[in-house]
T-cell receptor, first 109, second 115 residues
Framework: KNEVEQSPQNLTAQEGEFITINCSYSVGISALHWLQQHPGGGIVSLFMLSSGKKKHGRLIATINIQEKHSSLHITASHPRDSAVYICAVNTGTASKLTFGTGTRLQVTL | DTGVSQDPRHKITKRGQNVTFRCDPISEHNRLYWYRQTLGQGPEFLTYFQNEAQLEKSRLLSDRFSAERPKGSFSTLEIQRTEQGDSAMYLC?????????????FGNGTRLTVT
């Protein structure tokens, strides 16, 4: 079993839909990251959080430390949101991350 | 600040050849990480440096792999006697040390294809 599990693996949505991507982890963490990866490989950090909730534009990330679970929400989805969204956790004393396998999101018109 | 840059973007090599990749981190970042990502998977940690010191290496990093960061700035990752299983995206990231919560900044990666 992977230390970081994401669901769903693939997600197709129509423009405007509200999207939720889930992440569960089985180890103690100091922080959880949500990252976005576009075709071609570049990875962009969306959120880093250790408790509660963060919001940036149409993106919202929440974490429940007791349940070892985090969600990434996208409101009013748009085709440009199409990407792979990756959950990753800090498990050690440095910024070394353990990654989930990602959720591939496709938003259609 | 131009972000983290990696060179080359793509590398095709024949099995058995040696390859070297370069990463230039964000200038004020003292931590530098190498990750490997295969198709359909999340990145896997390979190694990280704080300044010029290599502080941790994954057991994924076989003897054929070596990484350096000689002056605490850019880093190189060398793979000797490449194998087809080495084909992957090699990602570099950097961060500001001193706090575990420093966000990572990734480069665009070097895609290696071993034929």
């Amino acid at each position: 079993k992977n230390e970081v599990e994401q669901s769903p693996q693939n997600l197709t949505a129509q423009e405007g839909e509200f999207i939720t991507i889930n992440c569960s982890y089985s180890v103690g963490i100091s922080a959880l990251h949500w990252l976005q990866q576009h075709p071609g490989g570049g990875i962009v950090s969306l959120f880093m959080l250790s408790s509660g909730k963060k919001k940036h534009g149409r993106l919202i990330a929440t974490i429940n430390i007791q349940e070892k679970h985090s969600s990434l929400h996208i409101t009013a989805s748009h085709p440009r949101d199409s990407a792979v969204y990756i959950c990753a956790v800090n498990t050690g004393t440095a910024s070394k991350l353990t990654f989930g396998t990602g959720t591939r999101l496709q938003v259609t018109l | 600040d131009t972000g983290v840059s990696q060179d080359p973007r793509h590398k095709i090599t024949k099995r058995g050849q040696n390859v070297t990749f370069r990463c230039d981190p964000i200038s004020e970042h003292n931590r530098l990480y190498w990750y490997r990502q295969t198709l359909g998977q999340g990145p896997e940690f390979l190694t990280y440096f704080q300044n010029e010191a290599q502080l941790e290496k994954s057991r994924l990093l076989s003897d054929r792999f070596s990484a350096e960061r000689p002056k605490g700035s850019f880093s190189t990752l060398e793979i000797q006697r490449t194998e087809q299983g080495d084909s992957a995206m090699y990602l570099c990231a950097s961060s500001m040390g001193g706090t575990v919560r420093s966000p990572l900044h990734f480069g665009n990666g070097t895609r290696l294809t071993v034929t």
